[in-house]
Structure formats: structure tokens, C-alpha cells
């Protein structure tokens, strides 16, 4: 009988195979090493180029996307006031409204304006956020040091560019200083610019932080945004009230009417935190020794300007003064809600994140009332907006007694409510005996 090679694995056909030992331990030749330090060159090169180029192209983009509307409207508004002046003062002027969206104090001729229209910062924000977040996409950076790269260029080309704007605008009837721009600029650009890469990152710290740290914030923020949005509201039934008076002032102006209508209603959010500090009691001020509250109204003259045209002129009537506990009810609701949210959390821990709720609420309306105000004038108009300490102190006790005390008597009825719903299942629920050791002691007898 003719025999066949053995081809199965560990027997004389495998043994038949040339075998040539590699050593993993020798040093690779000259060209292979070169071919393999190519590539990782080539990427550390392109990472500092893309990181470069990414950071200058979203940064422009953000600044294009903002300051050309700005640039339109006041070439618009030039050609209809008769195209008086050079166009140098025209490109300063919008350069004027683009520093003023940063909080940038400015000076047109003797007036010294440092209210930022909040509409135009929170744009401002929104776009340096795109535009850091951007650059983190463009060189793949999910970690710390990738947001601290991009978020730290973005800012870096973005306030020199505030810091030229602010050389240039410095023309005509227009004076800017300089470092107070920057002062003012640089605060918003870093956060808005760390925050925008570390979301794109995902290495922001609200994810990693205590889960009634969370809540506690989350409730606090959407309690400030209730408070703002009753603010906002007051605003629109002001105006609806005063429509007629609104409408004798844009009349004034005549056919440059559409312009200061614009410039309203980028001053809009600011009325309605203005309008939220009066909901909460402190009010606010519309020039030097003045006061709106709910019950004391102390005005002086005030320039025609529509804004200013739908400020309460007298107190609130006593069908009104509902408006006054608005604060103390809006966080009590939200302190049931943080509670029936929050079933698995202990009372000492619904407690912090009720006090964590109410300190949020109220930095974020004394934050929002210091951007909000500032001076239109150095006279009159030398103190516009609502005190931010007064904001912070008042708001806080009523949305700390609003939210802790909401919290802790819904947490009580929410105990008790689990009691009862347990007792009930205790008494419908049906004994079952357990099965028994053996056979013989389940049927009662022996076979």
C-alpha cells in the first residue's frame, strides 16, 4: 500500500517546512527605522499646524458672524441720516456697538455708556463657544490639555482682535480705553471659550461631580430662569400698557425711528432683568438717586428713548402686590419638584441641594443684574440697572426659604406616602410557605 505524507501539524511534514528564527529583540535596520519615524513626525507636525489654522479660522468666522449685521445696520442708517461724516467714523461706530456687546465702557463725545445690550453678549458667547469648540473638533482633543490648547488660542487671537477694535475706534466722537476693553472683554471670552471646549471634549466637571451637587444646580438654574421669565412677561404687558407713550417716543426720530426700535431690542434682556429685580423686591435704577419698586417709584427726567418709556412711572396697585411672593412660590414649586426627583436621596442630602438651588438662583440674578446695569450718561444717567448685592441678599433668603422649606415638607408627605403604599402591598400580597427540606416531610408520609 503506497504511503502518504504526514500533513497534519507537529509531525514530519511540518518538520519538512523551512523554519527561520526571528529575534523580536534586534534593532530593526537603518531604513526600516526611518520609514517607521516618518509617520509620527508628520502627526506631531500637523498637530500644532491644524491646532493653528483651525483656531484663526473659527476665530474670524466668529467675529465675521457678529460684527457684519453690526457693520450693515449702521451703513444702513448712515445713508439714511444723509451720509454725513467719513466713512472711518461710520467703521467706528459699529466697532463701538461690537466693543459695547463685550461690556466694554465706551465714550461717544460727552456721554460715557457701559451698558452692554445682553441680546448682543449672549450672540458674543454663543459664537466664541462654536468657535472653541471647533478647534477641540478639528485636532481631535478629548482631554484636558487639548481644551486648555484650543480654549487658550481661541482666547489669545480673540482679544487681540478686541484689543485692535478698540485702537481703531478711537476716532471722531468715539474714545475707548483701552485697557478698561480688555478688562471687561477678557472675563467672557475665557468662559465662554472653556466652556465650549471642554464640551466638546467631554471633559467638562458636571459630569464627574455629586449627584445632589447636580440636582441641586439644575434646580437652581431652572429656578433663576422662571424668576427671568416672569421678568421677561412684565416686560411685555409694560410695554403693552405704555404702547401709546412707546410710540410718541419712536416718533420723535422720525424716519431714523427703525434704528433706535433696533437698539431696544438688544436692550430688552436687560429689561428684563430689571424687571426681575423688581419682581424680587430691590427694584432697580434709572439715573443717580433714583428707585423703581413695587411700592416706591422716584424718577427723574428721562431722555426720550423707548426703553425708559416703559418704566413704571407710579407704585404697584394692592390687586398687584401678588408680585412681591412671585420669587417664594416659583421656588417652592421647584423645591417639590427637586424632592419627588429625588427619591433615592437621603433628607440630609435633599436638604444641601436645596440650599445649593437657592445660593445658584441667586448668584445667577446678581450676576445677570451687575451686567445688566451700568451708566448711560455722567450725570443723570450715571447709575442705570439694579444693585447685584441687594439682587444676591434678597433673593436669596426668599428662594432659600422657598426651596428648603418646599423641599423638606414634600419630602415628609412623600415619606409618608411610601409607607402607605408599602403597607398596602404588606397586606394584599399572599404568603407563599417555602418548599419543604425533603420529599418525605412534603407529603406527610413514607412510602
Avoid at 442630602?349 to 451708566?375: D, E, K
Avoid at 422657598?402 to 419630602?411: K, P, S, T, Y
Avoid at 412623600?414 to 407529603?443: K, Q, Y
Wanted: net charge neutral; with cysteine.
Amino acid at each position: 500500500m503506497e504511503q502518504r505524507p504526514d500533513r497534519r501539524p507537529g509531525r514530519a511534514g511540518s518538520a519538512q517546512r523551512a523554519t527561520v528564527p526571528i529575534d523580536v529583540a534586534a534593532d530593526p535596520l537603518p531604513s526600516q527605522r526611518a520609514t517607521e519615524a516618518i509617520p509620527v513626525r508628520g502627526k506631531a507636525a500637523r498637530r500644532p499646524r491644524a491646532l493653528l489654522a483651525s483656531a484663526l479660522a473659527t476665530t474670524l468666522w466668529s467675529i465675521v458672524v457678529v460684527f457684519t449685521p453690526i457693520l450693515v445696520c449702521v451703513i444702513l442708517g448712515w445713508w439714511q441720516a444723509g451720509a454725513e461724516g467719513s466713512v472711518a467714523t461710520v467703521a467706528a461706530a459699529a466697532g463701538v456697538v461690537w466693543l459695547s456687546g463685550h461690556g466694554a465702557p465706551v465714550d461717544i463725545g460727552t456721554i460715557h455708556l457701559s451698558v452692554a445690550p445682553l441680546a448682543l453678549t449672549a450672540l458674543i458667547a454663543w459664537r466664541l463657544a462654536k468657535a472653541a469648540a471647533g478647534t477641540t473638533r478639528a485636532i481631535g482633543g478629548r482631554d484636558a490639555a487639548a481644551v486648555r490648547a484650543a480654549a487658550g488660542l481661541v482666547t489669545i487671537l480673540y482679544t487681540g482682535a478686541v484689543a485692535g477694535v478698540a485702537a481703531l475706534c478711537s476716532t471722531g466722537p468715539f474714545t475707548v480705553d483701552l485697557p478698561a476693553a480688555l478688562a471687561h472683554a477678557a472675563p467672557l471670552v475665557i468662559a465662554a471659550t472653556a466652556y465650549g471646549a471642554a464640551r466638546e471634549a467631554g471633559v467638562l466637571p458636571w459630569d464627574t461631580s455629586s449627584l445632589w451637587l447636580r440636582r441641586g444646580l439644575r434646580t437652581g438654574m431652572t429656578t433663576a430662569g422662571a424668576v427671568l421669565a416672569c421678568g421677561a412677561a412684565a416686560t411685555g404687558v409694560a410695554f403693552a400698557v405704555r404702547g401709546p407713550v412707546v410710540a410718541d417716543t419712536l416718533g420723535v426720530y422720525g424716519d431714523e425711528s427703525w434704528i433706535v426700535a433696533l437698539l431696544s431690542l438688544l436692550y430688552l434682556p436687560n429689561l428684563a432683568v430689571w424687571a426681575a429685580a423688581y419682581i424680587t423686591g430691590p427694584g432697580f435704577a434709572v439715573g443717580t438717586d433714583t428707585a423703581v419698586q413695587a411700592a416706591l417709584v422716584e424718577l427723574g427726567p428721562l431722555p426720550a428713548f423707548p426703553v425708559f418709556a416703559a418704566v413704571p412711572t407710579a407704585p404697584l396697585p394692592d390687586y398687584a402686590t401678588i408680585l412681591i411672593g412671585l420669587p417664594v412660590m416659583l421656588a417652592a414649586v421647584f423645591g417639590v419638584v427637586l424632592t419627588y426627583r429625588s427619591p433615592d436621596l437621603r433628607v440630609p442630602r435633599v436638604t444641601t441641594a436645596a440650599i445649593v438651588a437657592a445660593a445658584t438662583a441667586a448668584a445667577v440674578l446678581g450676576l445677570l443684574s451687575y451686567l445688566s446695569g451700568g451708566a448711560a450718561g455722567v450725570d443723570l444717567l450715571a447709575v442705570l440697572g439694579p444693585d447685584p448685592l441687594a439682587v444676591v441678599a434678597l433673593g436669596g433668603v426668599q428662594f432659600l426659604i422657598g426651596l428648603v422649606g418646599a423641599a423638606l415638607v414634600a419630602r415628609l408627605f412623600a415619606v409618608h406616602r411610601r409607607a402607605a403604599e408599602a403597607e398596602l402591598v404588606r397586606r394584599d400580597t399572599v404568603v407563599i410557605p417555602e418548599p419543604s427540606p425533603n420529599r418525605d416531610d412534603a407529603l406527610g408520609f413514607s412510602a
